[in-house]
């Protein structure tokens, strides 16, 4: 079963999850079109399609091919889409599954302007991908072009975040942390007694302090924490964003620093898409951007 996403890199080990998520999503997606009696769509009821049962894996090859009419793409794609918003799960990853050749581009192109780790990216990607699937209008031409721009969309604004949010110079932690050992028992210096004294000091929230040192101090990526504490990474990474944004301002102006909000101010997490379907996940450029229904 030829699905062109055979070269999709593994996630490195020791990480804090197993794969990246369109590497899950590839994998779930195989299963899904796989034996004798895979997810497929009734060709008779789009003409232009073969009158058979297409697989979705046969589905995305045609409508990717240059010859295949737009009009044939728009209508695949809206039964596609109307039949994940009806039933979800196993058709949402079917419809996620065949725009993988264009979330793929997406996040390898995202990926040469930031540093973000790209299981965050792919993440983002993926989830706006996945909002736009439950809203976008099937009445409108050039379904897929509009899903792949609002997964890019996604991912670009969590790319600009990251590049444009202030972060706490490495040093400086040292450098506070080695004026706290000189103050109390050495044992207890560190970055992480800076983040305690932060909390203690009203700066940050305790919830503000474990993201931090989970993904700064860790390693452990936004997808990953944000995933454990049933958000959405976006909103994590604008939480760290302004936590971050006190922290170095307590650092460097300890007596002109904004307390942190109250827990219970603190903005709700974004509601995940539809029950199901980010259940399969776990918690330089390229210039094409080509989109499945849409050829390169």
Not at 90 to 109: D, Q, S, Y
Not at 164 to 189: G, I, K, Y
């Amino acid at each position: 079963m030829p699905d062109g996403m055979s070269s999709f890199p593994a996630r490195p080990a020791g990480r804090g999850v197993s794969a990246l998520p369109l590497a899950t999503l590839r994998d779930c997606f195989g299963l899904l079109v796989a034996g004798p009696a895979p997810l497929a769509l009734d060709g008779s009821v789009v003409p232009g399609l073969p009158t058979r049962l297409v697989a979705l894996d046969e589905l995305r090859n045609l409508l990717l091919a240059g010859s295949c009419p737009q009009a044939v793409r728009d209508a695949a794609w809206a039964v596609v889409i109307r039949r994940s918003r009806r039933y979800g799960g196993a058709w949402t990853v079917g419809a996620a599954g065949m725009a993988l050749p264009a979330l793929h581009a997406i996040c390898a192109r995202l990926g040469g302007y930031s540093d973000l780790d790209p299981a965050d990216v792919q993440a983002e990607v993926l989830t706006g991908f996945l909002e736009a699937v439950a809203t976008v209008r099937l009445d409108l031409p050039r379904i897929a072009v509009r899903l792949r721009w609002a997964a890019y969309r996604a991912g670009l604004a969590l790319t600009v975040q990251q590049r444009e949010a202030p972060r706490p110079d490495p040093d400086l932690f040292q450098t506070v942390a080695a004026a706290e050992a000189a103050r109390s028992d050495p044992s207890q210096a560190g970055p992480e007694q800076v983040l305690a004294n932060a909390v203690a000091a009203g700066v940050l929230t305790t919830t503000e302090a474990d993201l931090i040192a989970a993904t700064r101090l860790d390693d452990l990526p936004l997808s990953a924490w944000a995933a454990r504490h049933a958000t959405a990474p976006r909103h994590a990474s604008r939480l760290r964003e302004r936590a971050e944004r006190r922290l170095v301002g307590h650092l460097t102006d300890p007596a002109g620093t904004s307390q942190a909000p109250q827990a219970a101010s603190e903005p709700p997490p974004r509601p995940h898409p539809p029950a199901g379907v980010l259940s399969f996940l776990p918690p330089a450029g390229t210039p094409a951007l080509a989109v499945a229904g849409v050829p390169a």
